[in-house]
Every structure is written in C-alpha cells, then in structure tokens.
C-alpha cells in the first residue's frame, strides 16, 4: 500500500473540514469589495492584512490538485521539496507522502500564522510524516532565506500571492534542471506568469486545469545566485 492510500481517510477528513468551513472564509472578507481583496492579494505588503483575516480559514488546495502534487513528487523521484503556504497542510500532506514513498527526504514549508503551523504539525503527526517536514514559521522572505537544500527538486507556492517572483528569487539558484514550480492561483500573480512564461527566462511553463501554473526549469544557474529574465 502506498502512503497516499493510507492517508485518504485522513484526507478525506480534512478536505471535507476545509469545504464546511467555506463559510467562516467568505465571513472574513465579507467588508471587502471584490476589488479591494484583488488589490490585497496583488499588494506586497497589504497581504499581511487579508490573511490576517483569514487566519482560522484551511486555504487548501483543491482534491485534483493535492493528487497532481503527489504525482509530481513521484514521478520526479523528488528528494527535497520547498513549499510556501503551509495553512492545515493539506498540501504538505500530498508533497510529504510522496517524499515517503520515495525512500525520504526533506520539506521545508513555511507558515505565516503560528496557529496555522500549529495546526499542520498535528495532521502531518497523524498522518505520520512529521518526520520528513521541517515547518517554518514566519515571513518566507526571511524563513525560506537561509538553509535551503543545495538542490531542490519541487517547489510549490500556495501563499501571498504577490511575493511569488521574490520567493522565486530565494530558491531559483537552487533548482536543478528539470526542477517542478507549482504556483496556486498564479492568476493573481501576473508579475510571477510573466516571469516564468518569458522566452529565454530558464522555465517551460504553462497554465494547468483552472487555477494552477506548472513550470518546468529547463537551465539553472550556480547555487546561491539568481537568473533573471
């Protein structure tokens, strides 16, 4: 039996928790108009304020796209892994069990809100995967800045939206070639779609099912150092 099947009724738990608790999500944001949550999730430094607000919400990926992220981290044989948005780690669920059915590895994520940190160490314990994640609380600009595997093989980014380029920045030199970016809701992130989808930029990349940008990085560069467009 593989570690995702051993975790769908854990899993099955946990997204039917983040379905039900749409309600509290659209409560938070209910003062704002739809432009005003576009402009805070576009904004560098407004962001703080709307996921403030959406401190007790799971934000998880979608079923269809938790699968896609266990798919990627199989079939890459992915040993190190980089994710940006931890939430109740639902995500992290799907990146780790792929590292576990891989032989192991190594997860660095990185959470904003402590409770939501909190939150994900006690689904990865009872999914037991605790092992394979180190959990980083704080702003990723500075928890994703420092210790970061020489190689890293996938990246997911599931958090502000508008800091996708600079988190791209801190672990771009460390991609090896034919490392995978997934980027959720990368639609709210046009200076991020640009990047990546520019000719000569180092990336292959394309939109994927409604929400999700898959990347491939064809080319990379010294560890420690950038590559710009």
């Known amino acids: 039996m593989t ?11 946990l997204f039917l ?14 003062d704002l108009s739809d432009a005003e949550r576009e402009r805070m999730l576009r904004s560098k430094t407004d962001y703080r304020d709307l ?24 079939s890459s044989s992915a040993k190190a892994i980089v994710e940006f948005g931890t939430s109740f780690g ?6 780790a069990a ?23 160490r006690e689904n990865l314990s009872a999914g037991g995967l ?15 800045g420092a210790d970061l595997p020489d190689t890293i093989d996938l990246v997911l980014l599931d958090g502000a939206k508008a800091l996708y380029p600079e988190i791209l920045d801190l672990v771009e030199g460390h991609l090896r070639p034919g490392a995978i970016i997934v980027a ?26 409604e929400d999700v940008e898959l990347s491939v990085r064809i080319n990379s560069a010294a ?4 590559t710009r467009a």
Do not use: C, W
């Open 184 to 209: 959720d809701n990368a639609d709210h992130s046009p200076d991020y779609l640009a990047r990546v989808r520019a000719p000569g930029s180092g990336y292959m990349s394309t939109p994927f099912a």
């Open 17 to 30: 928790e983040a379905e039900a608790a749409s309600g509290t999500t659209h409560a938070a944001v209910a």
């Open 130 to 144: 605790i092992d394979l994640v180190e959990i980083r609380e704080g702003d990723a600009l500075q928890t994703l």
């Open 51 to 74: 996921y403030r607000r959406l401190k007790d919400a799971p934000l998880a990926v979608s079923r269809e796209t938790g699968h896609l992220l266990y798919m990627l981290a199989r």
């Open 3 to 13: 570690t995702i099947t051993s975790l769908a009724p854990l899993l099955d738990r």
């Open 223 to 226: 560890p420690g150092t950038t």
């Open 98 to 120: 792929g590292l576990r059915d891989n032989g192991g590895g190594r997860l660095i994520t990185s959470e904003f809100e402590p409770s939501k940190a909190a939150r994900a």
């Open 90 to 95: 639902l995500s992290t669920l799907h990146l």
